[in-house]
Nanobody, 125 residues
Framework: VQLVESGGGLVQPGGSLNLSCAASGRTFSSRTMGWFRQAPGKEREFVAAINWSGGNTYYVDSVKGRFTISRDNAKNTVYLQMNSLKPEDTAVYYC???????????????????WGQGTQVTVSS
């Protein structure tokens, strides 16, 4: 499975970005998908996860109400809509995928088998 993120960039505080993660290779619709981020000098952090149907989602508290994860299995793509961005959201954002069914372990990086290369998001005035 190959994952390619896009949509990152520089945005002012309060602005929005929509990240995309295109998957190719093995069947996409059976996977749990997640977004993680890593800021300079900090550990990788879970951001959001979604099950294969899109019916179950989970977010880290710091992004609840601002970020929305979604997926389009017909396009083999998962999205992260980010609104009301803050400087503390600045990080490299990574897409991750696994064949495992959705569970509480989806917040852990070790739950995932495949990772994208990351896309930089910078929130600054």
């Amino acid at each position: 499975v190959q994952l390619v993120e896009s949509g990152g960039g520089l945005v002012q505080p309060g602005g929005s970005l929509n990240l995309s993660c295109a998957a190719s290779g093995r069947t996409f619709s059976s996977r749990t998908m997640g977004w993680f981020r890593q800021a300079p000098g900090k550990e990788r952090e879970f951001v959001a996860a979604i099950n294969w149907s899109g019916g179950n989602t989970y977010y880290v508290d710091s992004v609840k109400g601002r970020f929305t994860i979604s997926r389009d299995n017909a396009k083999n793509t998962v999205y992260l809509q980010m609104n009301s961005l803050k400087p503390e959201d600045t990080a490299v954002y990574y897409c991750a995928a696994t064949l495992r069914g959705y569970s509480g372990d989806a917040i852990r990086g070790s739950f995932y088998d495949y990772w994208g290369q990351g896309t930089q998001v910078t929130v600054s005035s």
